[in-house]
């Protein structure tokens, strides 16, 4: 079964700094997608961004970006010009051919004013 | 479109008694899945849906748990006997058939079992 391990329970970061929330995964296909969502404190989970496997530009939405390494498994979120309101959990999630989704532990990101 | 709607929002109940959870999956949408989150455990799959048949329920924790999609447009999740154990944030989720189609939550039910 595929795993997603998400290795930073906490991070935190000044407002309108940078910041790069790590994923890894494991797997044995070829074909699959990769998602980070978010996870306000209302608990309600927010698409992020989203990443095909076969292509190999990383995903961009505003000032969120994806660093994807297929051959390294890795599939961090960075996240520029950190706003209050970018404070969240944030789930990496991988979704396999058979449509099956697989998420991370979490990672709870803190904005400093 | 009105997104994921899961009703109730909030449900407390006393250990022992029924407790039904329903999700209505965004129109058109082929695949539902359904998911307890719980600061020990984070986010499990319980069970997930296509064309309302249900294709890996290896997620639900045991038999006092039921899922069922009679239609594309409504789900159950149901608990009975319930146990404070299963006391949990309980979401629905939602897709598009395809690899690459993205799941969309519902708000959560927050279920309190005393």
């Known amino acids: 079964a595929q795993t997603v391990t998400q290795s930073q329970p906490e991070m935190s970061v000044q407002e309108a700094e940078t910041v790069t929330l790590s994923c890894t995964y494991d797997t044995s296909e070829s074909d699959y997608y990769l998602f980070w969502y978010k996870q306000p404190p209302s608990r309600q989970m927010i698409l992020v961004i989203r990443q095909e496997a076969y292509k190999q530009q990383n995903a961009t939405e505003n000032r969120f970006s994806v660093n994807f390494q297929k051959a390294a498994k890795s599939f961090s979120l960075k996240i520029s010009d950190s706003q209050l309101g970018d404070a969240a959990m944030y789930f990496c999630a991988y979704r396999s051919a058979t449509s099956q989704f697989y998420f991370g532990t979490g990672t709870s990101l803190t904005v400093i004013p | 479109d009105a997104g994921v709607i899961q009703s109730p929002r909030h449900e407390v109940t006393e250990m022992g008694q029924e407790v039904t959870l329903r999700c209505k999956p965004i129109?058109?949408?082929?695949?539902l899945f359904w998911y307890r989150q719980t600061m020990m455990r984070g986010l499990e799959l319980l069970i997930y849906f296509n064309n309302n048949v249900p294709i890996d329920d290896s997620g639900m924790p045991e038999d006092r748990f039921s899922a069922k999609m009679p239609n594309a447009s409504f789900s159950t999740l149901k608990i009975q006997p319930s146990e404070p154990r299963d006391s949990a944030v309980y979401f629905c989720?939602?897709?598009?058939?395809?690899?690459?189609?993205?799941?969309?939550f519902g708000p959560g039910t927050r279920l309190l079992v005393l």
């Open positions: 989720a939602s897709s598009l058939a395809g690899g690459g189609e993205t799941q969309y």
């Open positions: 129109s058109g949408h082929d695949y």
